[in-house]
């Protein structure tokens, strides 16, 4: 099993639209969860933590099921500047200090 | 506040040149990190970097070089460029051991 997954996609969603894509991990002692967004030929940029509790920011909810090793990123009433690759981080900080990016999951908001 | 700060923006080598990218900071932020981003392939790390004088190696980290000499500035070293180095890279920085700050990113071509 892969150390971080994203489904690819694209998911190509309209507007106005609910998406929600999952990240599974592998390493069960994972302690910290982030979701990056990058639109294309940019740098990542933070989006939000993930905390146990969920973690909601405007049109965003993160989310972490540590029992199935996920983590959700739901975006509710979809723009079209939310188009983007959104990159999954896990840290497996402590005995195994490592950072891991997913390979990211592609979101086209059509009009 | 520029945050993170990368030079050159684009660059192209010939197979065996040499070259040297420079990564700053105005963060006080104690870990840098170098990335290279291929299609495909996602975020991968080449070296990092704990502190000022420390430097340690990513999951890529052959072909390249790194020194932190003062706490700001992260260099990565190309001492002789090949066209598997054909890449953009990603510099990146942080308070602790994740949210990271990314800089622009450096287009390296190498024929």
């Known amino acids: 099993r892969k150390e971080v997954e994203q489904d690819p996609g694209p998911f190509n969603v309209p507007e106005g639209a609910t998406v929600a894509f999952n990240c599974t991990y592998s390493?069960?002692?994972?302690?910290?969860f982030f979701w990056y967004r990058q639109d294309c030929r940019k740098e990542p940029k933070l989006l939000m933590s993930?905390?146990?509790s969920g973690n909601e920011d405007g049109r965003f909810t993160a989310q972490l099921n540590r029992a199935s090793q996920y983590i959700s990123l739901l975006i509710r009433d979809s723009k079209l500047s939310d188009s983007a690759t959104y990159l999954c981080?896990?840290?497996?900080?402590?005995?195994?200090?490592?950072?891991?990016f997913g390979k990211g999951t592609r979101l086209h908001i059509l009009p | 506040n520029a945050g993170v700060t990368q030079t050159p923006k684009f660059r192209v080598l010939k197979t065996g040149q040499s070259m040297t990218l420079l990564c700053a900071q105005d963060?006080?932020?104690?870990?840098m990190y170098w990335y290279r981003q291929d299609p495909g392939m996602g975020l991968r790390l080449i070296h990092y970097?704990?502190?000022?004088?420390?430097?340690a190696k990513g999951e890529v980290p052959d072909g390249y070089n790194v020194s932190r000499l003062k706490k700001q500035n992260f260099l990565l070293g190309l001492e002789s460029a090949a066209p598997s180095q054909t890449s953009v890279y990603f510099c990146?920085?942080?308070?602790?051991?994740?949210?990271?700050?990314f800089g622009p990113g450096t287009r390296l071509t190498v024929t």
């Open positions: 990146a920085s942080s308070s602790v051991f994740y949210e990271q700050y």
């Open positions: 390493n069960s002692a994972s302690q910290s």
């Open positions: 993930v905390y146990s």
């Open positions: 981080v896990v840290n497996n900080q402590g005995r195994d200090d490592k950072i891991i």
């Open positions: 963060m006080n932020h104690e870990y």
């Open positions: 970097s704990v502190g000022e004088g420390t430097t």
